[in-house]
T-cell receptor, first 112, second 110 residues
Framework: GAGVSQSPSNKVTEKGKDVELRCDPISGHTALYWYRQSLGQGLEFLIYFQGNSAPDKSGLPSDRFSAERTGGSVSTLTIQRTQQEDSAVYLC??????????FGPGTRLTVL | LAKTTQPISMDSYEGQEVNITCSHNNIATNDYITWYQQFPSQGPRFIIQGYKTKVTNEVASLFIPADRKSSTLSLPRVSLSDTAVYYCLVGYSSASKIIFGSGTRLSIRP
């Protein structure tokens, strides 16, 4: 079946604008993860969903970041008042409980 | 949360066996050890997971000593296409927070 998809693949925005990133997980996967990866760096955990709930939001870097998941499926990551340091690739992954994570291709965000 | 330590980079040649060791001194009883591979401009891809002793699949082997404070990913007869970043993760699969770390950048030469 289809893998994890993310949209847009690339997003260029101006400092101070809000952006919304979308993740469509693999059908049936109850767990969904968001990560951020800066150029040449490792992955930074942002948030994890089990179903529609997010038990741990402590990975979100600031209150400008928020995420939601509806219907146990699609998730959106919203960044308000974007800053240049928000520029990175945002990766989404999904899994069954206790299963391996399957990653999407990522959204490359550039804040000018 | 168990922290992992891996070499920043490694170099090898085609046809060689490559072993990447990861240290995780604070591993908890319930933690599994998982390795992912990431190519440029792609998301990470699962390679192998284990709890103790040895696990082998069609891609790699994972060796875990009895104290579980380290693990070694073994890639047999590497090729140029194995050039990638390899991440060692320690945790419970459904844990709320997964720490990937900086990974090991493996470069394979002809």
């Amino acid at each position: 079946g289809a893998g994890v998809s993310q949209s847009p693949s690339n997003k260029v925005t101006e400092k101070g604008k809000d952006v919304e990133l979308r993740c469509d997980p693999i059908s049936g996967h109850t767990a969904l993860y968001w990560y951020r990866q800066s150029l040449g760096q490792g992955l930074e955990f942002l948030i994890y969903f089990q179903g529609n709930s997010a038990p741990d939001k402590s990975g979100l870097p600031s209150d400008r970041f928020s995420a939601e998941r509806t219907g146990g499926s699609v998730s959106t990551l919203t960044i308000q008042r974007t800053q240049q340091e928000d520029s990175a690739v945002y990766l989404c992954a999904s899994s069954y409980p206790e299963g391996e994570q399957f990653f999407g291709p990522g959204t490359r965000l550039t804040v000018l | 949360l168990a922290k992992t330590t891996q070499p920043i980079s490694m170099d090898s040649y085609e046809g060689q066996e490559v072993n990447i060791t990861c240290s995780h001194n604070n591993i908890a009883t319930n933690d599994y050890i998982t390795w992912y591979q990431q190519f440029p401009s792609q998301g990470p891809r699962f390679i192998i997971q284990g709890y103790k002793t040895k696990v082998t699949n069609e891609v790699a082997s994972l060796f875990i000593p009895a104290d579980r404070k380290s693990s070694t990913l073994s890639l047999p007869r590497v090729s140029l296409s194995d050039t990638a970043v390899y991440y060692c993760l320690v945790g419970y699969s459904s844990a709320s927070k997964i720490i990937f770390g900086s990974g090991t950048r493996l470069s394979i030469r002809p």
